[in-house]
């Protein structure tokens, strides 16, 4: 049976869930992903298992939290004084505000509550601190040429 090598783009099926088992995404086969192998479009362990598998089968990884999006860092929950905000902006939580960096960059937050005064922000990925574990179905394989 054929497994797909970097360079050959695959379609899969995933459903990724946290060590709580709460669904963080997922992907069926009405709607696959597709990956080219080689191209870093997923985590390298992700990708290092596509590799391993034959059309039809399932696998499952786990991906510690910091090797996938790091762990939570205290650093990126900012308190912003709201004289520096739009007052048209209304900040509330769960709003999204992004920041510009020293070097040019920008850093999305995520408002996390809302005081007279401030407000507090978080720059942390969503899925920070989080292991990630994939369910992985390879659907097809599309070798390259």
Excluded at 30 to 49: R, W, Y
Excluded at 67 to 82: E, Q, Y
Excluded at 92 to 114: C, H, N, R, W, Y
Excluded at 133 to 145: G, N, P, V, W
């Amino acid at each position: 049976m054929q497994k797909a090598k970097k360079g050959d783009t695959v379609l899969i099926r995933y459903v990724v869930r946290s060590s709580e088992g709460r669904v963080f995404g997922q992907v069926d086969e009405g709607d696959p992903q597709t990956v080219k192998l080689g191209n870093s479009d997923v985590f390298p362990e992700v990708e290092t298992a596509l590799e391993e598998m034959e059309v039809g089968t399932t696998q499952r990884i786990s991906i510690l939290a910091e090797n996938a999006f790091g762990p939570r860092r205290d650093d990126l929950l900012v308190r912003i004084p709201l004289s520096s905000i739009d007052p048209r902006d209304a900040p509330k939580p769960g709003m999204s505000l992004k920041a510009s960096q020293p070097d040019g960059s920008t850093i999305q937050f995520v408002v996390i509550e809302v005081d007279e005064f401030s407000i507090l922000a978080d720059g942390n990925h969503p899925l920070a601190g989080e292991d990630l574990h994939f369910e992985l179905t390879l659907l097809e394989i599309k070798a390259s040429s």
